[in-house]
């Protein structure tokens, strides 16, 4: 279990909100606009320290107040901890069991969040920025050395890219393609490592979707696949000069997903698309459950984009997670496969959460 009690105050409209989810499903019934997915932000800001509508948390402060706050009593691998998060209009402020933060990676790690909402299809659909996303969340989590690893690449890459624009000589550039190298060798290892085994626990869940054909994952590196990287930026050193900035790298790695040799989003339908994506999140979830991390799903109104049948599919690969789940829906029929015997039920109205039996 991850979130034992979570306290919501003067976010958007909901205002003094207090709940004690349960471990398994969490069900969250509203009208449009009554505040079902203000809770999942909160949720996500504890750990995320921002929204997933929004990077610009001060949006989300109740109109006509100076601030907004969440606190979550939390689990995790047998540890139980506070966070909290006040967001003002002059900036946040978070903590841990009552330590300020130094990076939301703290969050992260103690918190991992996962999200299902209408927008999945972009994982697909759109550029590789957001596949890096899904593939670097899943590796932080499992390779302890990763954020580590990323830093150093990250500094070598911009102090790298500022030498170019000043057209420093390649004798000079050449200390930092040395230490840009030796940090992309070991993310491009994590990475390969982490999406084999991934690929297990795809397997796993691709059974649950009856409308999914099999569909192929390749990883691209971000350089010409089979080369040494050092090797490869040192012959792009003049037209990486020429451009100001280094073309190829980890930075600019990417994953396809293919049916029988072409691209998914040129066959698979939206839905389809959404189905693919909620697959490989689940799958990443139970990555991480079978590393004894307790996961945390937020599924945003997925279901009322799925027939009856792909929700009740969609619902059994969740529970199949073991995960803590809030899912928000605007009426209880959408969630007709779910047990409410074992769930939360929580309707939302007026600013207020109130639990229903």
């Known amino acids: 279990m991850a979130i034992l009690q979570l306290e919501i105050d003067r976010l958007r409209n909901l205002h003094q909100v207090r709940i004690e989810p349960v471990p398994g499903f969490n069900f969250i019934i509203g009208d449009n606009g009554s505040g079902k997915t203000s809770v999942l932000e909160a949720i996500h800001c504890l750990g995320r320290g921002k929204s997933f509508r929004s990077h610009k948390t001060n949006k989300l402060?109740?109109?006509?107040?100076?601030?907004?706050?969440?606190?979550?009593?939390?689990?995790?691998?047998?540890?139980?901890?506070?966070?909290?998060?006040?967001?003002?209009?002059?900036?946040?402020?978070?903590?841990?069991?009552?330590?300020?933060?130094?990076?939301?990676?703290?969050l992260t790690e103690l918190l991992p969040i996962a999200v299902l909402e209408p927008g999945l299809?972009?994982?697909?659909?759109?550029?590789?920025?957001?596949?890096?996303?899904?593939?670097?969340?899943?590796?932080?989590?499992?390779?302890?050395?990763?954020?580590?690893?990323?830093?150093?690449?990250?500094?070598?890459?911009?102090?790298?890219?500022?030498?170019?624009?000043?057209?420093?000589?390649?004798?000079?550039?050449?200390?930092?393609?040395?230490?840009?190298?030796?940090?992309?060798?070991?993310?491009?290892?994590?990475?390969?490592?982490?999406?084999?085994?991934?690929?297990?626990?795809?397997?796993?869940?691709?059974?649950?979707?009856?409308?999914?054909?099999?569909?192929?994952?390749?990883?691209?590196?971000?350089?010409?696949?089979?080369?040494?990287?050092?090797?490869?930026?040192?012959?792009?050193?003049?037209?990486?000069?020429?451009?100001?900035?280094?073309?190829?790298?980890?930075?600019?790695?990417?994953?396809?997903?293919?049916?029988?040799?072409?691209?998914?989003?040129?066959?698979?339908?939206?839905g389809q698309q959404k189905l693919l994506v909620a697959n490989l999140i689940l799958s990443q979830c139970l990555y991480l459950q079978a590393h004894d991390t307790s996961v945390v799903i937020l599924v945003d109104d997925l279901p009322a984009e799925l027939d009856p049948e792909r929700r009740e599919e969609l619902l059994q690969a969740l529970q199949d997670t073991s995960a803590q789940i809030f899912v928000t829906g605007t009426e209880k029929a959408l969630f007709g496969g779910a047990n409410f015997s074992k769930s939360g039920l929580f309707h939302v109205e007026h600013g207020s959460l109130t639990r229903l039996t």
């Open 61 to 106: 402060i109740q109109h006509g107040c100076d601030a907004f706050t969440v606190v979550g009593h939390t689990l995790q691998r047998d540890h139980k901890h506070v966070i909290g998060m006040q967001r003002s209009t002059k900036g946040s402020q978070i903590r841990i069991s009552g330590n300020a933060i130094r990076s939301t990676t703290e």
């Open 121 to 270: 299809h972009r994982l697909v659909e759109e550029g590789p920025e957001y596949r890096r996303k899904f593939l670097d969340w899943g590796v932080f989590h499992v390779e302890p050395g990763f954020s580590t690893s990323w830093k150093l690449y990250s500094r070598a890459l911009a102090q790298r890219n500022a030498a170019l624009r000043d057209r420093w000589a390649q004798k000079a550039v050449k200390q930092w393609d040395r230490e840009l190298a030796l940090a992309a060798t070991e993310l491009d290892r994590t990475r390969r490592d982490y999406l084999e085994t991934l690929k297990g626990f795809m397997a796993r869940t691709q059974d649950v979707f009856s409308a999914m054909p099999e569909v192929s994952m390749t990883y691209y590196p971000g350089w010409q696949e089979g080369t040494d990287y050092l090797d490869y930026i040192t012959h792009q050193y003049e037209s990486d000069r020429d451009r100001g900035f280094t073309q190829f790298g980890p930075h600019r790695a990417d994953i396809k997903f293919r049916v029988e040799g072409v691209e998914t989003r040129d066959v698979l339908s939206r």
